[in-house]
């Protein structure tokens, strides 16, 4: 096979490479030098994020963004983002402005959802603006935080050009996903050149490649850079917004392949959440629910952090109570409405016994309160079995836990009680271990040898009518006076197909007729061997247009295009031959 020219093989400049996590619940940035990866890979400089009081101090910050009344400028971010909203609420002055919190979700798509750069997103209170501008905004804030703390030690002395910044995505987004936030960044100044898209679970299968990470009397007595070559290993990364799951085998030198392609759903923290508020209106009801959602705005995010804050610290012990602080004003919302004192509701409602309410302090029942993740924790232990039952996988022992989601006690229990047999790996800081892989696969992108597809990827091609073997519907007369077939499928790879980090794949060749320039149509399906580009679960992803530098107006024109399936993204190289003219592009998948 030709190895193009990749990502892999611009690694010489890079003396400082930067990671930005932009998180459904959670965000932040680590960086490290080209000196310090070389003498310990697993070095990284994170932030460590306060809330306002200076009580709270963790590796990430809310994905939460304050965006001036401009639409186009950011106010805050993070906690600082949550604490400005709430002072802007304190003086009436919150209705110029716009809050958006979790909003990475709405790039959650599949083969076949729709993704377009003109798309908007609401804020927490209905407002849309342009998503591309909210996901731009939000990671220049990181980057620029983030270089603001490494520049101390670095000006004068590494150029622009010798920074690369890796931005990290779940491995079961769509390919127009992964472009989406691709333009994002760019939006947000950082060149093409100077960027990469890393997997989240591969980013952070790679740090715990390197690193010791047992701990005495901790589940699972493994050593995930001690394991042998050839051993596979389950990555379930699990984050707020989707739980990604992903089979790896270990290589030679810390590298790793994927032996079985990402796949999961939205079954993440915020699952759980939802099943908090639907709680809260099964108690008081829908319509004073959102009476308080949208009238009590302060008292609904500090509901909504100190959930959080139960979330992460809830047990499956039954015999226990989770209390947490209930707003008065929900509680003086519902007597209102219902001319009902609420805490006389409860003791005569089916939570009686398992909720109570003493002033503004709701003490519920660990079995109530372990029950809000019963839909999340059965989703994620139904799908890992089911990727277990591949018969291919049967030698499968260990299980690496990684993400925010991954430290909750109630999902490891489920996790490792499900799977006998299988040791579970949970890593020191798993939220943060994302952040400090990428920047090992910043550094050295072929850490990552090989990948599997998940589609079977190919393009709309006219060849020559075949009398008895295509139907007449798709007979049509060519510009070359030929008679062709419409619409066959070209298939480029299949799904499941094992693919080099860096090789092309299959190269095939275009023509256009008499034109300037011509449009290729890419096309994905799930099945191996679609024949045609309209058959059932076969759909189009992409475009790409190739246009031509000069006027030869030609009766043909020909177009090598090879394509590379190797990396993160599907990267093309075209070869005029009428010119010999070469260049690298990419596919358009969002229209």
Known sequence: MAVMASDSQKTTKRLLVGAIDLGTTFSGWAFSFKHDYDSD???????????????????????????????????????????????????GEEDN???FKRFKMKLYSKIGKDLKRDMTIEDEFGRPLLAADVFGMSIKFLVDDMLNNAGKGIDGIIKPSEIHLVVTVPAIWSDAAKQFMREAAEKAGISKERLTIALEPEAASLYCRHVHIHKPGEIGNVSMNKLPIGTKYIVVDAGGGTIDVTVHETGSEHTLREVKPASGGDWGGIMIDKEFENLLIRIVGQTVFEKFKH??????????????????????????KTGMRIPASLIDLYNQDSQLDLCTSLASSQYDGLIELRRDKMKISNKVFVQLFDKSVTKTIGHLKSVLSDGTLKDV?????????SESPVLQRAVTEA????????????????????LIYGH??????????????????????REGVHPESKRFEGPDHCIRCANVFGKFVTTGQTVKTGETQKTKKCCAYRQADVLVKI???????????????CLEIGKLRIAFDDENNTSMREVSLSMLFGGTEITVELEDKCTGKKKITTVDFLG
């Open 397 to 405: 022992r260990v299980l690496l836990m990684v993400g925010g989601y």
């Open 444 to 465: 050295n992108p072929t850490s990552i040898s090989e990948r599997i597809l998940k589609y079977t990827y190919g393009i709309d091609i006219a060849p020559r009518f």
């Open 523 to 537: 096309y994905a399906s799930e099945r191996e061997d679609p024949v045609y580009c309209d058959d059932d679960g």
């Open 419 to 438: 799977l006998s047999g299988i040791k579970v790996v949970i890593p020191v800081d798993a939220s943060s271990v994302v952040l400090r892989g990428a």
């Open 41 to 91: 890979p697993t070095k990284a400089t994170t932030k460590h994020w306060q809330s306002k009081s200076g009580t709270l101090v963790t590796e990430k910050t809310p994905t939460c963004a304050l965006v001036n009344p401009d639409g186009k400028t950011l106010k805050a971010f993070g906690y600082d983002a949550e604490n400005e909203y709430r002072e802007l609420l304190d003086k």
């Open 295 to 320: 009238e009590e705005k302060e008292d609904w995010i500090d509901m909504q952090r100190e959930f959080e804050s139960r979330k992460r610290e809830t047990t499956v012990d039954s015999d226990g």
């Open 97 to 99: 402005y716009f809050f």
